[in-house]
């Protein structure tokens, strides 16, 4: 039989600072597509929002010119990128594209920085909503509009005040190696980041910005969208959770093929790889069902791009972040080689001499430990998990002193290791802890050249 293949929606992940407008910018988005299509057109699925390409068009005009063969957007709705982080699959990000949402009024904060420097080591495509444009002083609301239709409504001191405010995001972006420009005037997706003013509470600028989404999908990445639809599925564990008469379940992303009921799975625990069979697959109800008892709706079969709940027994240590294969065939070994090969190979390259790095999950210690390879500072371990006595020990028989630190990322340091810290003979040995991966090289890197003179 020839295998199926098909183009699957994009997966996107939206990033930013914190209240800068994440939530509000998906609310808004699932909320006037809601309104302006019939009744079920968009699907809530497990993590995630579907918004079907016959919404997106309804509600920007532009893009009723575009020919469109992508099949909508799915929006991851775990804001901040501990989720892009978390969500890895083979090796690179889960997300295709990204948003980065910046409150237009305030600029780039350490959050947003992090964000677009974790995006162009993954070298994720992404826009920048320009949010909050309502909050301009004197704007005048065209609620729902693309931006072209308020813009022209406002007045000239507005209009100018906007431009000003855009340049300024520019200027930011400049500084940090991105050339970008307001979105309607790139013509170039692929040199130029698009910044798209918008407005989560008005709707204002949402047509564009879904439309720059639909555009840079079509353009540069319909050959990583093609996947099997009838091949063996493969996802990512977003949450693992209980609930009330399933018992542990998993909140998956499935990216690539089909997922049935009755299937076996090979899913990583902390230490261990876990073989199990599915025993149900749920899609939350449409929320007009909401009265019906069970919260749940049960599927046979799930295809890729899609957010869905597993049960299944066997699931209590399954880790967030571990990638979850279909066993298909006579391929068992392959498949539990090639999910343990995911969990263990993160992609660092470990050196004799260098910094110890913790973090929380595999996809952080991932992102963390490219930002530091981009700073040339070597990595002699990287492990998931909190920083522990012999954490400080090691980092105290290093060589060179410079690299008698350890990162700790998003993690806490045991105590234990704080005990051990307090040791005269640890003297010389410096942990840097924080939530904020360039906040933390920042202050390595200024201890370093302390150290030094
Ligand atoms: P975290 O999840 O905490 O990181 O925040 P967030 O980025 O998801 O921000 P959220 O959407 O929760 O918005 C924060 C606040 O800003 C809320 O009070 C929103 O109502 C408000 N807000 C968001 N977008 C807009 C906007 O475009 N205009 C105005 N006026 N307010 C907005
Ligand atoms: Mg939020």
Redesign the pocket.
Known sequence: MAKQSTIRTPIVC?M?????????????IRGSSVVSTEEGAITQHIGATLVPIDAITRMGGALSKVSVNVPGLLFIDT??HHAFTTLRARGGALADMAIV?V?INEGFRP?TIEALQILRNYKTPFVIAA?????IHGWRVQESQPFGKTFAQQNERVQGMLETKVYELVGKLSDLGFNSERFDRVSDFARNICIVP?????G?GLPDILMVLIGLAQRYMTENLKVSTDGPGAGTVLEVKEERGLGMTLDVILYDGILKVGDEIVVAGNDQIIETKVRSLLKPRPMKEILIEERFERVKSVTAAAGIKVAAPKLDAVIAGSPLQVIRGGNRDEVIERVRHEVQDIQVNLSDIGVIIRADTIGALEALSKELEGHQIQVMRATVGPVTRHDVIEAGTIKDPLYSAIVAFNTPVLPDAVDTLADVAMSHVSIFEGGVIYQLLDDYIEWREEKKQ
């Open positions: 939206v930013g600072h914190v209240d800068h407008g994440k939530t509000s910018l998906l609310d808004r804001p901040g949402v409150d959050q949010n909050k444009i309502d909050r918008t407005s989560a509470l008005t204002e």
